[in-house]
């Protein structure tokens, strides 16, 4: 019998999906990533897989095995410019060849060197949080390009059982850059769909995510799916269903609070 896909590769397999149903004259098109078009959430995610890869085995002692990668941030940034005004067919083919190779790479490391920390540009990295990492990010620029293509595409069922308790403890991180940094909030989210309730707390400068039903600032009830594209910036409450009760200049003002990702 031949082994089931992982959940990772599985999320690029989604992706590329995605990559693949844009038309020929969808590249140009508008997505969810705010002045972004197709071509460059595509650009961004390939960059993104060349330069996790190149870290991965900059920290496993592997090498860069002759490939042309990254070495930061800004060189990214740098190869993300150039590669966004390519052709559709030259970013569709690099869009496919550095997923595959950066899956790989990430399943190559969880497996053999599991304790590794990665140093990325948010910080250092445990490898099983940088596979859930980029996880997500196949699957929310995948999302992103849907109008773009003009038709939704299902995001796969598995995903959001884990995807809001993952994305809370990623708004920890994305406090530092808020510019209500210093200041006091607190957001009570509720599934509603299944088990789950959290308490995210912004205070003195720092930020926690507390398990469990407390009484907050503003409450936000609804699906799991809807309250992870909410978290993620990519609507408002009301587009996904998501019921909020308390301050509501404060609920509108969630991803000032925790910008990105």
């Not at 844009?22 to 590249?27: D, F, M, P, Q, R």
């Not at 595409?153 to 940094?181: E, Q, Y």
Request: contains cysteine; proline residues 7%.
């Amino acid at each position: 019998m031949e082994p089931q896909p992982s959940r990772l590769a599985k999320a690029g397999n989604w992706y590329l999906q995605a990559v693949d149903a844009l038309s020929a004259g969808g590249w140009g098109n508008g997505t969810l990533c705010e002045g972004w078009s197709a071509s460059n959430v595509v650009a961004h995610v390939a960059t993104g897989d060349q330069l996790v890869r190149g870290l991965i085995w900059d920290a496993t002692g592997k090498g860069r095995r002759g490939q042309d990668l990254p070495v930061d941030f800004a060189d990214r940034h740098r190869r993300f410019e150039v590669v966004s005004t390519w052709e559709p067919s030259k970013l569709r083919e690099m869009a496919h060849a550095e997923s595959e190779q950066t899956i790989a790479a990430v399943a190559e490391a969880v497996k053999d060197t599991p304790e590794a920390i990665v140093t990325m540009p948010i910080g250092p990295v445990p490898m099983p949080v940088l596979r859930g990492m980029r996880l997500n990010e196949y699957i929310i620029h995948g999302h992103d390009l849907t109008p773009a293509i003009g038709r939704s595409i299902p995001t796969p069922d598995w995903f959001f059982d884990r995807a809001v308790g993952d994305a809370l403890t990623r708004m920890v991180r994305l406090h530092s850059r808020s510019p209500h940094k210093g200041k006091s909030a607190s957001f009570h989210l509720h599934r509603t769909d299944g088990e789950g309730e959290w308490v995210l707390r912004a205070d003195g400068g720092d930020a926690v995510v507390e398990a469990g039903h407390a009484k907050a600032d503003v409450a936000m009830r609804g699906t799991a799916e809807g309250l992870y594209w909410v978290l993620m910036g990519r609507g408002k409450p009301n587009e996904h269903g998501v019921e909020v009760h308390g301050d509501p200049a404060l609920a509108a003002a969630f991803k000032e609070w925790f910008p990105g990702p």
